[in-house]
Nanobody, 125 residues
Framework: QVQLVESGGGLVQPGGSLRLSCAAS????????MGWYRQAPGKQRELVAG???????NYADSVKGRFTISRDNAKNTVYLQMNSLKPEDTAVYYC???????????????????WGQGTQVTVSS
């Protein structure tokens, strides 16, 4: 069974830091882009940061300069280092991966979108 397992969420005071991790497990041929999304109560899910297999990154304007995304391709793992956290960063954070599950999928360019179960990040004093 292919799955993404997130960890690292929690409660932190404004100005604090957290590091999220997301590890892919199961039968996966190759992972392309990975990313972190978040969804606050009453709001749509939004992209926080993304990273290609080659390491190119992109960020939401609201987190630029505060958050850093990175990945370890050998471990099929993506990280999100979050610094200078603000109350408006409070949300459930979801990991996403665009993956080829087998050789046939890779050969045909057919990606599967994988999602983690979500981890709560709460920024409050």
């Amino acid at each position: 069974q292919v799955q993404l397992v997130e960890s690292g969420g929690g409660l932190v005071q404004p100005g604090g830091s957290l590091r999220l991790s997301c590890a892919a497990s199961g039968s996966i041929f190759s992972i392309n882009a990975m990313g972190w999304y978040r969804q606050a109560p009453g709001k749509q899910r939004e992209l926080v940061a993304g990273i290609t297999r080659g390491g190119n990154t992109n960020y939401a304007d609201s987190v630029k300069g505060r958050f850093t995304i990175s990945r370890d391709n050998a471990k099929n793992t993506v990280y999100l280092q979050m610094n200078s956290l603000k109350p408006e960063d409070t949300a459930v954070y979801y990991c996403n991966a665009a993956a080829y599950l087998d050789y046939s999928s890779w050969h045909n360019g057919r990606e599967d979108q994988l999602w983690g179960q979500g981890t709560q990040v709460t920024v409050s004093s």
